[in-house]
């Protein structure tokens, strides 16, 4: 079965510092790894996939996500944060081949706080 | 681009009322199209996925005849409440994709909040 974990309900993270939003993955087969973003009373946006090839994968807003195989984990990652960051953050896989139903699972959302 | 529309953004109506939301893809056909519901707090639980021209398909425990999904045409995919009574308020958030696999993201609307007295 697919499942993602998100191991962290809340991330604080000052302003300027770098940020790490955890997620791992369980699938068969292989992946593909999604990162939402989600502001209060709004509906999901995308910010970056992994796919296949290189394992950093850039995306929205100076956000970038390491795909790790042996680890099956896909962090989020940002250098320096900024207070607008500040949202609930979700991670998302759906396999792909014969074993998957195509179906986006998603973790249970992190939300990230950057404080000034 | 890649914009969903989604609307209307809050209904508030009496109990027994049914409630009709659009999802709309923009600039894109959108093959397949997701509904989900969201509590506070919470991740998004999957109801249905419909493909454009053929029935949805409905996770379990959600009622088919509650939760009517319309999916037309390339572009509109409607959700009806049937019925809707308290407990059915929530955040309902559609999404959409190009294709119906592969490696296309699902883009979201921005979610209509519903509210039943």
């Known amino acids: 079965a697919q499942s993602v974990a998100q191991p962290e309900d809340q991330v604080n993270v000052a302003e300027g510092n770098p940020l790490t939003v955890k997620c791992t993955y369980s699938?068969?087969?292989?992946?593909?790894l999604f990162w939402y973003v989600q502001y209060p009373n709004r509906g999901l946006q995308f910010l970056l996939k992994y796919i296949t090839g290189d394992n950093l994968v850039k995306g929205s807003y100076g956000f970038e996500a390491e795909f790790n195989k042996s680890q099956t984990s896909f962090h989020l990652k940002k250098p320096s944060a900024l207070v607008s960051d500040s949202a609930l953050y979700f991670c998302?896989?759906?396999?792909?081949?014969?074993?998957?139903?195509?179906?986006?699972?998603f973790g249970q959302g992190t939300t990230l706080q950057v404080k000034p | 681009g890649a914009v969903v529309s989604q609307h209307p953004s809050r209904v508030i109506c009496k109990s027994g009322t049914s409630v009709k939301i659009e999802c709309r893809s923009l600039d894109f056909q959108a093959t397949t199209m997701f509904w989900y519901r969201q509590f506070p707090k919470q991740s998004l639980m999957l109801m249905a996925t419909?493909?454009?021209?053929?029935?949805?398909?409905?996770e379990q425990g959600v009622e088919k005849d509650k939760f009517l999904i319309n999916h037309a045409s390339l572009t509109l995919s409607t959700l009806t409440v049937t019925s809707a009574h308290p407990e059915d308020s929530s955040f309902y958030i559609c999404s959409a994709r190009e294709g119906t696999g592969g490696p296309q993201p699902q883009h979201f609307g921005d979610g209509t909040r519903l509210s039943i007295l």
């Open positions: 998302a896989v759906r396999g792909y081949g014969s074993s998957n139903t195509g179906k986006l699972i």
């Open positions: 699938v068969s087969g292989n992946p593909y």
């Open positions: 419909s493909n454009e021209g053929s029935k949805a398909t409905y």
